[in-house]
């Protein structure tokens, strides 16, 4: 089944303690693309710039990725630049300059209208409103936001949230959202707004997923060595509904599923600049992180022990 | 099989969003006993002032734990008064008064000296070396400590490491004590300096047992409601121990489990205050918990996905 992700295309600059990487590979949109395509077709919707080193998405094109909805537009390329500090618990970002991007108007080619899996990237709740009103009947939506748009559109936000399925937010935005310090009942707050889950994700602390009925924590992989954060929300994402897109009709078990499948594209996301991970992972080092995930999180529950 | 704990026996002063709580029992010896009894035999050690109300004590010797070990010294109890902030996310320490813990030495009972499992809550690593040198023979010894005793204290702690098999902190101790902003690899250099284990408790993001050659993780239990956050590390290391000594030799498989017995009990700490919540805990409570530990952590994982 293929996945729609509307979202960034974007040039990145970026300084970590380990060095620096300049004009790469970013924005929403590839990030997602550069992990869901390992495991099912990818359609992308975005806009680039007359910068764009289009050549440089071969290789997403090369794994299923349909490229055909990407506008090229006259200008300048989304360009962010950031800094991180030596130890990654802050992000200075030195420049945004949004391009062409600020006047994007998602169009959805005729030809994947008829998807049945659709990711909006973080972009303006009016324009991800507007790419479900050109979808047909689409049946997993996936939705992620910003404190942006959470302050500065909130009721498009909570109108677009009566059409979502899986709200997907890092912790502070949750909050934000729901205005409550409880994470779980900031959850319950958005899942009366119409999404029937709330996935949360909170970096090196892992992720939950918070359902109708049940709720699924994985925790985040650890690394030795974090060498660029960037994009490892879209990352998880696209590893989300990577999953979710090669299973028939997912049940509550695949979304289970789907949260490591997540939180293991996140850390290797990590492990270089900009998605060069992605471009030579292989199916089985997936398959071992998966298996780890497992190995990291099981154990015998003992029911006749002495004195419970 | 029964533990030793030798930590504090204090009286806490709480304010909270919910309300407050005056002189009620607390500190570190009290927490671990006050969780750890509903799994196993405890032995506590610790002194108290003229003004403890002893009879307090009472639902802890009547589950089995002995408190033959707590010296009564003249003067003031250790007090502590402190106040959290709307969101639990800081506390102020109001006032802190050492009291006839000041010049606390522990002095081991002949009839506990047989202690197999000893738990050295937060207290000088000299002291804690000292209650080492007094138990004959001890098969697990899990250590707490705190950033107070890693900053001022360093060489006598480092040297204890070498005599402990668990050191159980939380993230940014363990952090301090190998200068390494990376958890794992703070882990790492914490396990070549002697303990096989590290438990890196991380409050509500749940806690990571760096083990020789596996890693677990459990997360924190999510609850709609944190009453009073106060024991909820020294209830962690209770559950933790109770469960170890609730089996003959424990495993790595027990030390898993033991992890989810830690996070359950320190789930349980923070829904009253003080200890409360501990006074009328049913062990059907904690199995339903622990039932919920697997149900949020489980999942199956499709080898035989289409696209992986």
Redesign the interface.
């Known amino acids: 089944m293929s996945i729609l992700v509307v979202g960034s295309v974007a040039l990145d600059s970026v300084e970590t303690p380990f060095g620096t990487a300049e004009r790469v590979l970013g924005g929403s949109g590839v990030f997602f693309s550069a992990a869901a395509s390992?495991?099912?077709p990818v359609r992308m919707v975005g806009v680039v710039g007359d910068d764009y080193p289009l050549g440089d998405l071969n290789f997403l094109a090369e794994r299923g990725v349909d490229l055909s909805g990407i506008e090229h537009a006259d200008g300048e390329s989304f360009f962010w630049a950031g800094r991180y500090s030596?130890?990654?618990?802050s992000r200075d970002t030195l420049e945004t300059r949004l391009g062409v991007f600020a006047d994007f108007k998602p169009r959805i080619p005729e030809a994947f209208k008829d998807s049945r899996l659709v990711f909006l990237g973080n972009i303006d709740p009016v324009l991800q409103m507007d790419v479900l009103d050109q979808v047909r009947s689409p049946e997993v939506v996936v939705c992620d936001t910003m404190n942006y748009w959470i302050e500065g559109s909130r009721e498009a936000l909570i109108s677009l949230l009566g059409r979502v399925d899986v709200l997907m937010v890092n912790d502070s935005e949750a909050r934000e959202l729901a205005d409550d310090?409880?994470?779980?009942?900031a959850a319950r707050w958005i899942q009366e707004r119409g999404p029937k889950i709330v996935v949360v994700k909170?970096g090196?602390?892992?992720a939950?997923l918070f359902g109708p009925d049940?709720?699924?924590?994985?925790?985040g992989f650890?690394?030795?060595?974090?060498f660029d954060p960037t994009g490892a929300g879209d990352s998880f994402a696209g590893g989300f509904m990577?999953?979710l897109?090669?299973?028939e009709s997912p049940t509550g078990?695949d979304y289970?599923?789907a949260?490591?499948y997540g939180s293991a594209m996140g850390s290797f996301a990590v492990e270089k600049f900009s998605v060069d991970r992605f471009k030579n992972l292989e199916?089985e080092e997936?398959?071992e992180r998966?298996?780890q995930f497992?190995?990291?999180?099981?154990?015998?529950?003992?029911?006749q022990?002495?004195?419970?």
């Open positions: 390992l495991l099912a030596y130890d990654f618990n310090h409880n994470l779980l009942r909170k090196e602390h892992g939950i049940s709720i699924f924590f994985v925790p650890p690394l030795e060595v974090v990577g999953y897109a090669s299973v078990e289970r599923t949260m490591v199916r997936i398959l998966i298996r497992k190995e990291m999180t099981t154990f015998e529950h003992q029911l022990g002495s004195n419970v």
